[in-house]
T-cell receptor, first 116, second 116 residues
Framework: DTEVTQTPKHLVMGMTNKKSLKCEQH?????MYWYKQKAKKPPELMFVYSYEKLSINESVPSRFSPECPNSSLLNLHLHALQPEDSALYLC???????????????FGAGSRLTVL | AQKITQTQPGMFVQEKEAVTLDCTYD???????LFWYKQPSSGEMIFLIYQGSYDEQNATEGRYSLNFQKARKSANLVISASQLGDSAMYFCAMRETYNAGNMLTFGGGTRLMVKP
């Protein structure tokens, strides 16, 4: 079983809907990430949270709104999405030790989003 | 410019044989980390192996080994005794020390197909 849990696994939404993706980890990691992965492409970083504070936003459109309520949870709020936003959204977590050791990112299984 | 290059979009290997997946990288950092992840069709990114730039020995994890040639800036993954369950996408990734947190930059991936 993965140690990073993402819900829902699949989501279909219209362009006017508001929905949220959720991510949870209980490994004591203090860095959490959202990646977007289009079909047959590598994951692309969207956001990084460090100690529950947003540290990196990779110029993501405002229709994606991240939230980190506590050290174990990470949400991605979706509003007024476009069909081209359809993708696999991956959450990951890691220890927060900049530049030292492996500091492996542990990924969840992803939420597959389809925007109609 | 691409930082991580995987030149093999797809590869076949016979079950029980060894296979090498190529990865070259570009960085001016002296301290960096190289990672390999496996992504089955289910979507989850599974960590396989890590190599630090200062590690003198090539990393090994079970059937996985990393052929690290620092001067050539290559970090090829070797899978020994391939199994049918090894069929998946494989991504090479790099973390550079100037990054806040532990952001990974991914290569384009190689799809490995193991033939029975």
């Amino acid at each position: 079983d993965t140690e990073v849990t993402q819900t829902p696994k699949h989501l279909v939404m219209g362009m006017t809907n508001k929905k949220s993706l959720k991510c949870e980890q209980h490994m004591g990691h203090r860095a959490m990430y959202w990646y977007k992965q289009k079909a047959k492409k590598p994951p692309e970083l969207m956001f990084v949270y460090s100690y529950e504070k947003l540290s990196i936003n990779e110029s993501v459109p405002s229709r994606f709104s991240p939230e980190c309520p506590n050290s174990s949870l990470l949400n991605l709020h979706l509003h007024a999405l476009q069909p081209e936003d359809s993708a696999l959204y991956l959450c990951a977590s890691s220890q927060e030790k900049v530049g030292s050791g492996a500091n492996v990112l542990t990924f969840g299984a992803g939420s597959r989003l389809t925007v109609l | 410019a691409q930082k991580i290059t995987q030149t093999q979009p797809g590869m076949f290997v016979q079950e029980k044989e060894a296979v090498t997946l190529d990865c070259t990288y570009d960085t001016s950092d002296q301290s960096y980390g190289l990672f390999w992840y496996k992504q089955p069709s289910s979507g989850e990114m599974i960590f396989l192996i890590y190599q630090g730039s200062y590690d003198e020995q090539n990393a090994t994890e079970g059937r996985y080994s990393l052929n690290f040639q620092k001067a050539r800036k290559s970090a090829n993954l070797v899978i020994s005794a391939s199994q049918l369950g090894d069929s998946a996408m494989y991504f090479c990734a790099m973390r550079e020390t100037y990054n806040a947190g532990n952001m990974l930059t991914f290569g384009g991936g190689t799809r490995l197909m193991v033939k029975p």
